[in-house]
């Protein structure tokens, strides 16, 4: 290890679900701690805008729109991001949707596109990263779960069978990518401000509710899974793997009432 430890200079990183929210946060990290970030998203406008406030940062960045379920735009686009800088160190899997509905409300549809967005995806984008990896002689694979990949809650049945299974993956793919000096970890968020809490921040004795059994006794503000992130992408990780560090300001370490 070098005197640098947590140092991703000329690290190369992937970021999926990255225009906004959770994934930007953790890209402006990765890139203030020197790492080249490849910010992904369906959306091109809203990339543009996500590099834009990146570099504005001082975070050196560029941005590769495809649409993580689309298997054909999914190998394309790890083939550009892939391109850009001749080497890809880092995959951060976590482009993530929500559906919310009482159970008998459910279809087939909306259960696959879920599970497609948040679990199968990521399986395929690692499938994909760790040859390049491999090559590199450097490779971490990092994905978003989530406190619902240990807490099942109700209306969000297929969120939770998808963190739960991207937790398993995280194990299986250890294993069989550690082979090759990759490592594979989870980072799992409790209540975060983002778009994709939109409805329930709307709420507001649901906002009180949540802050009120979280130790730290608020929600999370997305910068503050930075630290993980950089920690796990780098050097000082090197021998943590098939792990997940649960980032929730307490909420599941503790009954809090
Ligand atoms: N916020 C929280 O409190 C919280 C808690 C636990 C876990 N998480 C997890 O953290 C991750 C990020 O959540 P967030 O709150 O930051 O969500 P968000 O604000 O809704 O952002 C989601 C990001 O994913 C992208 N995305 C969605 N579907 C995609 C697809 N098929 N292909 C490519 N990109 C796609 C979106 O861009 P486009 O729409 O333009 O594609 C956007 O950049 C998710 O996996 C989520 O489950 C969030």
Redesign the pocket.
Known sequence: MGNAPFSLKGRVALV????????LAMAQALGEAGAFVIV????PA?LDAAVARLTAAGVAAAAVAF???DAQARRAGVAQAAALRGRLDILVG????QHRAPLAAWTEADFDRVVE??MTACFFLAQLCAPHMKAGGYGRVIF?T??NALLGRETIHAYVASKHGLLGLTRSLSTELGRDGITCNAIA????M????EALRADGSFVEKIAARTALGRWGEPAELGGACVYLASEAAGYVTGQQIVVDGGMTSAICL
């Open positions: 999926t679900g990255a225009s906004r929210g959770l994934g992904n998203g369906r959306d809203s649409d993580v379920t976590n482009a993530g949707v967005s948040n978003t989530s406190v968020p409790g209540y975060f983002t778009e994709m809490n």
